[in-house]
């Protein structure tokens, strides 16, 4: 008997990338055979990073700091997450809870994602403590205004940010 190749499709923005999400996707690879982080175009957000910027930004993390974890990838997608799930036979879509705040929203797409395709399950993974107060509008917004990032986000993502508001003379 084959057993079922478990695919799991990591869905986000990644405008950037940041540690709290190469925590959940490292937590990830661990539970399913292949993760596909899957960058989502979110029409309530005007991301700073295009969408092949972000893209390239999630391979070079992936490549600094996940180097030997070959079930990763990284891919983009248009229109919604349930259709592109069916489309690679994913199993589930993997979403990271940080505070009792997340959950609402959560709860709510999931519900919604579950009664688009049933046999795909929401699965909700804790990163360490140490990432619950990240998220990529703070990475942004301290970049901005010319503040270290370095401690939360990959080496590639503090490069690009730091080129991104370069003070041109
Ligand atoms: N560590 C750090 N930050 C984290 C994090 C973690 N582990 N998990 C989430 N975040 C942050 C993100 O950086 C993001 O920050 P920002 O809002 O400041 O930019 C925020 O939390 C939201 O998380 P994100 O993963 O980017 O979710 P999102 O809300 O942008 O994306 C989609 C949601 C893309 C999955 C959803 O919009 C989607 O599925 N879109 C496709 C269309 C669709 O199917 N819509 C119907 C859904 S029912």
């Known amino acids: ?8 499709i ?21 539970l399913f055979d292949e993760v596909v982080v899957a960058l989502a175009t979110n029409s309530q957000k005007t991301p700073l990073f295009s969408e092949a910027e972000r893209l390239s930004l999630v391979n070079a993390a ?3 700091r996940l180097p030997t974890r070959t079930n990763i990838r990284a891919d983009a997608f248009q229109g919604l997450l349930v259709d592109y799930a069916v489309r690679l036979d994913a199993v589930a879509m993997v979403r990271g809870l940080r ?3 997340d959950f609402e929203y959560e709860f709510q797409m999931a519900l919604m994602n579950r009664k688009l395709a049933d046999g795909i399950s929401t699965v909700f993974l804790m990163p360490h403590e140490q990432y619950t107060y990240l998220n990529s509008t703070i990475i942004r917004e ?14 590639c993502v503090s490069q690009a940010l730091r080129k991104k508001f ?4």
Not at 1 to 8: E, G, V, W
């Open 10 to 30: 990591y869905p986000g923005t990644f405008d950037p990338i940041t540690n709290g999400h190469i925590d959940i996707i490292e937590r990830a690879s661990v």
């Open 62 to 64: 992936l490549l600094e």
């Open 142 to 155: 301290l970049a901005k205004y010319h503040r270290g990032v370095e401690e939360f986000v990959p080496n």
């Open 1 to 8: 008997m084959t057993t079922k190749h478990r695919l799991a």
């Open 99 to 101: 505070a009792l705040s």
């Open 166 to 169: 370069e003070v041109r003379p």
